[in-house]
């Protein structure tokens, strides 16, 4: 059975992920925008560093609502063993913690 407090917490982190999958799609659109790289048929060192980014923040977050399902599903608290990024990490950890 699910208690309460890991209800509310998955529920704080599925919010703080909405707003983090805003900002990254915010990024992205800026990117898209800056498409110079298509013309080019390239990425400058920058715009490179940029698509990384923001290809493993939204590996990290989509992980993260993954743990938080399968955690709810099994009864259990987010006890993962795989490396989270820094700050992503940080978030999901403290609003699993109580």
Not at 34 to 51: H, I, K, L, M, N
Request: net charge negative; glycine share 8%; aromatic share 6%.
């Amino acid at each position: 059975m699910i208690d309460s407090p890991n209800i509310i917490s998955g529920a704080r982190t599925v919010a703080h992920m909405a707003a983090h999958f805003e900002e990254l799609k915010e990024v992205s659109l800026k990117l898209n925008k800056q498409a110079a790289a298509s013309t080019r048929g390239y990425f400058t060192p920058s715009e490179d560093e940029e698509v990384r980014h923001l290809l493993v923040s939204y590996w990290q977050s989509r992980n993260a609502l993954y743990d938080l399902v399968i955690s709810l599903r099994d009864g259990n608290e987010m006890t993962s063993t795989r490396p989270r990024g820094d700050l992503l990490g940080s978030l999901c950890r403290g609003h699993t913690s109580g």
